[in-house]
């Protein structure tokens, strides 16, 4: 008993010294921030055209009537997006306060507060049930954190105005029981617990929603939760996080598109911590990995746009998430420069905090510096060594092309079945595509705003992607629990000059087959843009169908093989994994040799020739088969299949950019390709040679030596 007393005894003090040191504004803002902000008022434009926008926001806060609607609506619909609108309404009031002095803002922030605080107490589990994490005010608790992490950045701003009833009416009534169901759930249904004690993005909100609340509370005990899980231990929480998510490299395993979702609350907690528990070195910790994390997200973009894999829809630098996430990380290390770049040409905003006036101040001064895109392998994994995705940019000052390789681990649970998938962008479009995810973001009539069943069904599957499709089925039979228990290896990696190359090999996707793939990005003197050499080798004691996609965005505009197009009876490609989802719209037999196929993006052609047989089946498709919803893009799909013996089977293409298609002018030039045959000389276990040949007897001789310590490739041109 005595133990007792005295560990509670110290706890109390511990947490009567914490709050008693904080001083608000303590979040992102500041008190030296914001006298800072005041005494530059008028002299830094980006930050006083945002700091506008704030306010403009403000005061139609102030004008709307507060309105908490009952909980009935999913992503998009009424309820979800007023209680959202609420979020953001109250954190622009809170700062609007505390640059402009204007009592009304907080005073309207504080009617909201305690309009919430007597509404929460009475709330159940939302009433949709999407999700196996429910939330009271949104669908999801997801939700419940993002809602948390904003309106703490406003009690952070109105704390001071506030009188001690009122804080402790507020915390009792609302903050504290918000977070209590973030953490734990409720006696009927703990999935909560177990979500917030786990390591994913999801993971990353509540301990990041929990923790910054905990700040403004003054509450080391909660804010210890956030940091080393429920349980204290650190075997999970927002540091495990930091160990665990992130790859030496700054990538995230779920992806680009979620890595922009999860740097928000990564960054704005880590802001948080840097103020307020500088003794962690947050910004220092694991070698700056969250400094790498935002580095790592802007050279995985094309145009300012994120590259897309695994789920993924349009995102890209201008996005919310990385407008903050830009600021925050300039604030922490002014040195990098290419971050102004970013917010200056891309984002034309900041956010309005100690990290945004950082920027604007900087890029006033006129130090910003252009963003240096490079060729880059980001290692996937802990330890780094769960695979890697790839990115080749050209070689050549002049172009804008860039070329992607994933031999990444699965993923969790936005990850995809393609495993050794490669796409192409060029001249600001994306050529060889990948279609992301089957979902319209909060549109109520498009399931939701969800992941349609479509995602599943088809975009997630093995022929929605640029990589080999053995008999039919999908990478692991689309088993996450299997794919996530492997990931492809790394054999060999160049990047830079004008030659770069990568080669991984996969041998678990399937029982009894072995695939490698080694792609080249090559600047040849004798064409006119650089070329994609591609081996992609399927070996297995058994017989196999093997299908080779390739998705592209475009016209077709020539195959090399007679062709019969199907006009009035189209049929689906098969019945599962994804073919159910593919018009067929043209079949042919392919050459015995090689077949090319043309096809036109904007106002340049691309070819792809690749060695087949006569027995070879060449196939044009179409997505939007069995979608009686129409939630499928209408994209075209050019296929090869193989029914390939025991063996080692290769496929061995060449992609080509070449060409000018200009309609202002009415002029064409080079609309042939290059490429007229290719011939593999060698195809032994340690052995692959290949010979290319092109226009005006010209030809490149690939050989590449394969052993498992250093695998060796040769380009020469005759």
């Known amino acids: 008993m005595k133990r007792t007393i005295v560990i509670t005894f110290a706890l109390f003090s511990a947490l009567i010294v914490y709050a008693g040191r904080v001083q608000h504004p303590c979040l992102l803002l500041t008190k030296d921030g914001v006298a800072s902000i005041k005494e530059a008022k008028g002299q830094v434009p980006l930050f006083d055209n945002s700091l506008q926008q704030l306010l403009n926001s403000a005061d139609l806060a102030l004008e709307r009537a507060i309105c908490l609607p009952v909980p009935e609506h999913g992503g998009g619909g009424y309820s979800h997006e007023t209680h959202k609108l609420n979020y ?126 905990a700040i403004v509370m003054g509450d080391e005990k909660l804010l210890n939760k956030a940091l080393y899980g429920s349980d204290g231990s650190g075997d999970v929480g927002f540091i495990k996080q930091l160990d665990v998510l992130f790859s030496p490299d700054g990538y995230f395993t779920e992806g680009a598109y979620y890595q922009r979702y999860a740097i928000w609350p990564f960054m704005m907690f880590a802001q948080c911590l840097h103020h307020n528990r500088p003794e962690l070195g947050i910004f220092e910790y694991r070698d700056g990995i969250l400094l790498k994390a935002v580095d790592t997200l802007l050279q995985m973009a094309y145009e300012g746009e ?48 100690d990290a945004g006036f950082a920027v604007a101040k900087a890029i006033a001064a006129g130090e910003e510096e252009p963003l240096q895109l490079r060729s880059c392998l980001l290692r996937d994994g802990a330890n780094g060594d769960e695979g890697a995705f790839t990115i080749f940019r050209s070689p050549r000052a002049d172009q804008n092309s860039a070329v992607t390789f994933k031999a990444t681990s699965h993923g969790m649970s936005h990850g995809h079945f393609d495993r050794l998938n490669f796409c192409y962008y060029d001249a600001g479009n994306e050529v060889v595509t990948d279609y992301g995810s089957a979902r319209f973001l909060n549109i109520v009539a498009k399931y939701n705003g969800h992941y349609t069943h479509e995602n599943e069904s088809y975009a997630k599957q093995t022929i929605a992607h640029n990589t080999i499709v053995a008999d039919g089925r999908s990478h692991f039979d689309g088993s996450m629990a299997l794919a996530s228990k492997s990931h492809p290896k790394i054999t060999a990696c160049s990047l830079g000059g004008s030659l770069q190359m990568v080669g991984a090999v996969e041998d678990k996707a399937y029982d009894d087959i072995s695939m490698e793939r080694y792609l080249f990005y090559a600047d040849v003197p004798f064409l006119e843009y650089p070329i994609i050499l591609d081996l992609l080798r399927a070996t297995s004691d058994k017989p196999h169908q093997y299908d080779l996609p390739l998705h592209y965005n475009g016209h077709m505009i020539e195959l090399s093989v007679p062709y019969c197009k199907f006009v009035d009876n189209m049929k689906a490609m098969g019945s599962s994994s994804g073919y159910q989802h593919l018009w067929l719209e043209a079949e042919a037999d392919a050459a015995q040799g090689t077949t090319s196929y043309t096809w036109l993006t904007a106002y340049r052609m691309y070819s792809v020739s690749t060695t087949t047989s006569a027995q070879d089946k060449i196939f ?64 032994e276990p340690e052995l692959i040679e ?18 498992e310590k250093n695998p060796q490739y040769y380009l020469r041109y005759e």
């Open 306 to 353: 994120f590259m897309h894999f695994n789920d993924a829809i349009e995102k890209g630098y201008r996005a919310q998430e990385l407008v903050s996430a830009v600021d925050i990380a300039f604030l922490a290390n002014p040195s990098n420069k290419q971050l102004l770049w970013v917010a200056n040409r891309f984002q034309h905003e900041v956010v309005v905090s």
């Open 690 to 707: 290949v010979r290319y040949l092109f226009k005006g007897e010209r030809a490149i001789l690939l050989t590449l030596q394969l052993n």
């Open 88 to 213: 953001f309404d109250m954190a622009n009031l809170g700062i609007a306060w505390q640059i402009c002095g204007r009592k009304e803002y907080a005073n309207k922030v504080k009617e909201m507060l305690m309009a919430y605080a007597d509404m929460y107490p009475q709330l159940g589990y939302h009433p949709l049930g999407l999700s196996n994490t429910p939330g009271r005010i949104f669908w999801q608790t997801l939700n419940e954190s993002v809602w948390l992490l904003h309106v703490s950045q406003a009690y952070d701003c109105i704390y001071d105005t506030l009188s001690s009833s009122e804080r402790r009416h507020l915390e009792k009534n609302l903050f504290r029981p918000y977070a209590d169901f973030i953490m734990n759930g409720t006696e009927d249904n703990c999935a909560n617990y177990h979500r917030f004690n786990s390591l994913n993005n999801h993971a990353t909100w509540a301990n990041s929603a929990v923790g910054m609340i």
């Open 620 to 683: 044009l498709a179409r997505t939007g088969a069995g979608d009686p919803d129409f939630n499928l893009r209408s994209e075209p799909v050019y296929i090869i299949r193989s029914n390939s013996k025991p063996g080692a089977h290769l496929f061995a293409s060449c992609l080509e950019t070449h060409g000018k298609y200009d309609l202002m002018v009415e002029q064409s030039a080079n609309l042939d390709r290059s490429c007229k045959g290719i011939e593999v000389l060698k195809n």
